[in-house]
């Protein structure tokens, strides 16, 4: 079956904009979480979302914000674009809490210029 | 806040076992999982272990888990060139807690 697709895989912006990204779970998975990766902090969760509402965030500005569809696709969208906010954004889906793991997307590489 | 470590560098020759070491501090982790980052790439599940299990093997991987310490390995057995990766630890307590990851290992092959 397919696997978590996330959309676009690379991704430049200004400083000051706004950019969103998207993930497809794997069928049949309703939980869906956000995760960014720098090479200063490494991997940090984001949120998750699971039937349409969030149910945990990680520390994040507001300006990290997401959403997750009736078909169990999400979107995070991330507003007023810092340099710092460069990194490779990792969606993963799961069955049922993470209880057979987590499976990830290939990620989004965002760019900030 | 809760936090996962591991070594960022381990060397070994092709043919030998690897061993990955990583420790955690959440008592109430429930499941623990290794996974593996190839350059470019998002994250491989590898394998998972519950906190009620001691041990768990597949094929070439074997997970231990020392609950008492807060210890967990990954042992590769015949280790090859195509095992050059990452390897990320990573803890949950399950629910909507998300993952914990460790900084991750670098596994160098030496020929």
């Known amino acids: 079956k397919a696997g978590v697709t996330q959309t676009p895989r690379y991704l430049i912006k200004t400083r000051g904009q706004q950019v969103t990204l998207s993930c497809s779970p794997i069928?049949?998975?309703?939980?869906v979480s956000w995760y960014q990766q720098t090479p200063g902090q490494g991997l940090q969760f984001l949120f998750e979302?699971?039937?349409?509402?969030?149910?945990n965030k990680g520390n994040f500005p507001g300006r990290f914000s997401g959403r997750q569809f009736s078909n169990s696709r999400s979107e995070m969208n991330v507003s007023t674009l810092e340099l710092g906010d460069s990194a490779l954004y990792l969606c993963?889906?799961?069955f049922g809490q993470g209880i057979y793991g987590y499976t990830f997307g290939s990620g989004t590489r965002l760019t900030v210029v | 806040g809760e936090d996962v470590e591991q070594s960022l560098f381990l060397s070994v020759r092709e043919g030998d076992s690897s061993v990955i070491n990583c420790t955690y501090t959440?008592?109430?982790?429930?499941?623990l999982y290794w996974y593996k980052q190839e350059p470019g790439a998002g994250l491989q599940l590898l394998t998972y272990?519950?906190?009620?299990?001691d041990m768990k093997q597949d094929q070439r991987l074997t997970v231990l888990l020392n609950k008492k310490d807060k210890h967990l390995s990954l042992r590769i057995a015949d280790t090859q060139t195509g095992d050059s990766a990452i390897y990320f630890c990573?803890?949950?307590?399950?629910?909507?807690?998300?993952?914990?990851f460790g900084k991750g290992t670098h596994l160098i092959i030496q020929p």
């Open positions: 069928s049949g998975h309703r939980s």
């Open positions: 990573a803890e949950t307590g399950g629910g909507a807690d998300g993952l914990t």
């Open positions: 272990i519950f906190s009620n299990m």
């Open positions: 993963a889906s799961s």
């Open positions: 979302y699971f039937s349409e509402t969030q149910r």
């Open positions: 959440d008592s109430s982790s429930t499941y």
